[in-house]
C-alpha cells in the first residue's frame, strides 16, 4: 500500500485532497495578508516642510506644548483623509500672518464658515482628542499626550489598565522599604 494512503481510509479520503485545501487556505491567507502590508505600506511621506506648517498652524490653534512625533502623524492621516488640506493649511497660515496672529484669537473669527473653519477644528479636535473621528475603529494618534488630559493632569487619571499611569508597567518599580523583621 502507498505511503499517501492511510491503510483504513478509502482512495477519495487520500490527504492529497487535504493538501491541495490547506495549500488554497495557505494561499488565500497570503493574498489577504500582501493586501493588508500593501495599504499600509503606502502611506503618503510628507516633506518637512508640510509637516513644519501644519506644526505653525497647530501651534497658533492649540496653547499647548504640541509633540512633533504626534503632529507629524497627525499631518499625514489628515492628508490623506482629505486631498486639499495643504491648500487649507497653506490659507489659514496666509490669514494668521496677515493678521501678525501670535494666538488662535487674533486670527480665528477672520476664518470664513466652510472647508477652512472645519479644518482649523478639525485640527483642534484631532490633538486634543488623539483620534481623526470619533467612531470605535478610530485610529489612535495620541493617547496619553491627547491634550484633552493635560488641563486636569493633576486630578484625573487617564484611563489605563496601569496601576500608576498609561504605560506604567514599562516603568521601574520603587524599591520596597526595610520589611520588619519578627
Same mark, same amino acid.
Given at each position: 500500500?502507498?505511503?499517501?494512503?492511510?491503510?483504513?481510509?478509502?482512495?477519495?479520503?487520500?490527504?492529497?485532497?487535504?493538501?491541495?485545501?490547506?495549500?488554497?487556505?495557505?494561499?488565500?491567507?497570503?493574498?489577504?495578508?500582501?493586501?493588508?502590508?500593501?495599504?499600509?505600506?503606502?502611506?503618503?511621506?510628507?516633506?518637512?516642510?508640510?509637516?513644519?506648517?501644519?506644526?505653525?498652524?497647530?501651534?497658533?490653534?492649540?496653547?499647548?506644548?504640541?509633540?512633533?512625533?504626534?503632529?507629524?502623524?497627525?499631518?499625514?492621516?489628515?492628508?490623506?483623509?482629505?486631498?486639499?488640506?495643504?491648500?487649507?493649511?497653506?490659507?489659514?497660515?496666509?490669514?494668521?500672518?496677515?493678521?501678525?496672529?501670535?494666538?488662535?484669537?487674533?486670527?480665528?473669527?477672520?476664518?470664513?464658515?466652510?472647508?477652512?473653519?472645519? /479644518?482649523?477644528? #478639525?485640527?483642534?479636535? *484631532?490633538?486634543?482628542? %488623539?483620534?481623526?473621528? $470619533? &467612531? !470605535?475603529?478610530?485610529?489612535?494618534?495620541?493617547?496619553?499626550?491627547?491634550?484633552?488630559?493635560?488641563?486636569?493632569?493633576?486630578?484625573? /487619571?487617564?484611563? #489605563?489598565?496601569?496601576? *500608576?499611569?498609561?504605560? %506604567?508597567?514599562?516603568? $521601574? &518599580? !520603587?524599591?520596597?522599604?526595610?520589611?520588619?523583621?519578627?
Amino acid at each position: 500500500m502507498p505511503d499517501q494512503y492511510r491503510d483504513d481510509a478509502p482512495v477519495e479520503f487520500s490527504l492529497a485532497r487535504r493538501r491541495i485545501l490547506v495549500g488554497g487556505v495557505l494561499l488565500m491567507g497570503a493574498f489577504g495578508a500582501l493586501s493588508t502590508f500593501s495599504a499600509t505600506s503606502s502611506d503618503i511621506v510628507l516633506p518637512d516642510e508640510s509637516v513644519a506648517r501644519f506644526m505653525e498652524i497647530s501651534s497658533l490653534l492649540i496653547p499647548h506644548q504640541l509633540d512633533r512625533g504626534i503632529g507629524k502623524r497627525l499631518a499625514i492621516a489628515m492628508t490623506t483623509a482629505n486631498p486639499s488640506f495643504s491648500d487649507h493649511i497653506t490659507a489659514l497660515l496666509a490669514m494668521a500672518r496677515r493678521r501678525n496672529a501670535r494666538i488662535v484669537e487674533d486670527f480665528f473669527p477672520d476664518v470664513p464658515e466652510g472647508p477652512l473653519k472645519e /479644518t482649523a477644528l #478639525s485640527i483642534i479636535s *484631532a490633538w486634543y482628542m %488623539g483620534v481623526l473621528t $470619533d &467612531a !470605535p475603529n478610530a485610529q489612535v494618534f495620541a493617547y496619553e499626550l491627547a491634550l484633552m488630559y493635560q488641563p486636569t493632569i493633576d486630578v484625573m /487619571t487617564i484611563p #489605563s489598565y496601569a496601576k *500608576a499611569a498609561p504605560n %506604567g508597567w514599562n516603568a $521601574d &518599580a !520603587p524599591l520596597l522599604s526595610d520589611m520588619p523583621q519578627f
